[in-house]
């Protein structure tokens, strides 16, 4: 959130809302193009729900923004646009079945494992358009993937949700868990050493940044708004560390427009 505001001084959710009933009404317009009665039905839905999903993400981020500081209530209204139908195939096209399989109080207390399961057992009960189980089991089959858990307990949730998964995202979570068994563990010695470009065009390596010390390293890019809003927290540290012989701080940035970077 916080780069919307750097980039514009503000954020100002009634600019975007515009933006959005702009667009609302352009889709309306072409839909009289459409001659098939269910086809345009369709994309009907598919803009409604679209334009729902839309305005409660700009609430959402003028709650975080504008209103969460002073204490205001999370807006009622973004509970009721994200209601959605989730056997509705166009509720897939939006992309809407995630955020709503994730819209309940799953029990947290016995771990990321036994929420997942909690939220399938959720769409058990409620989802029988096949497509959008399939859709909304292979998203949740990707959550654990972004938390640092071990191969072998990976291996054990990606067996359990087999049977609830398509044949395609089992083989692609499965080269994935393979791929983790052959990472660098914590004390290896990394198999390369990257050659790094300083600002001023010379050149070094990681090992020679290091040079022995303890080091602190941020992976950034320019396009990436949450790193750049991180950069002032980074140069914090690096000035709390700059006079400590044992510690050295590393600003990568994996830009490849270099113009950008400088």
């Not at 981020?61 to 646009?81: F, H, Q, V, W």
């Not at 709390?240 to 701080?249: D, E, L």
Request: proline content about 5%; charged content about 25%; glycine content about 6%.
């Amino acid at each position: 959130y916080k780069h919307v505001v750097i980039r514009d001084g503000a954020y100002c959710p009634d600019k975007y809302m515009s933006m959005a009933e702009t667009a609302r009404k352009a889709t309306e317009s072409i839909l009289p193009e459409v001659k098939d009665d269910s086809l345009r039905a369709y994309y009907g839905r598919l803009g409604e729900l679209m334009h729902k999903r839309t305005r409660a993400k700009i609430l959402s981020y003028d709650y975080e923004m504008n209103l969460r500081e002073s204490g205001a209530e999370y807006p009622a209204e973004i509970k009721t646009l994200k209601m959605i139908d989730p056997n509705d195939d166009a509720s897939r096209a939006a992309g809407a079945l995630h955020e709503w399989s994730l819209s309940f109080n799953a029990p947290v207390d016995g771990g990321l494992v036994k929420m997942i399961t909690a939220i399938c057992d959720r769409v058990d009960a409620n989802v029988t358009n096949h497509a959008n189980r399939r859709a909304i089991f292979n998203s949740l089959s990707e959550i654990v993937f972004g938390f640092d858990m071990p191969a072998g307990d990976l291996q054990r949730f990606v067996n359990d949700m087999a049977p609830r998964i398509s044949a395609h995202q089992l083989k692609l979570l499965n080269e994935r868990i393979a791929e983790i068994e052959h990472r660098t563990k914590d004390g290896d010695r990394i198999p390369c050493d990257p050659v790094l470009v300083r600002p001023d065009g010379s050149k070094t390596t990681l090992s020679e940044s290091c040079a022995g010390k303890v080091a602190y390293i941020d992976m950034w890019a320019t396009w990436c708004g949450p790193c750049c809003a991180q950069i002032p927290y980074m140069e914090k540290i690096a000035g709390y560390y700059k006079n400590n012989g044992k510690v050295v701080c590393i600003s990568i940035s994996c830009d490849e427009d270099l113009d950008a970077w400088h």
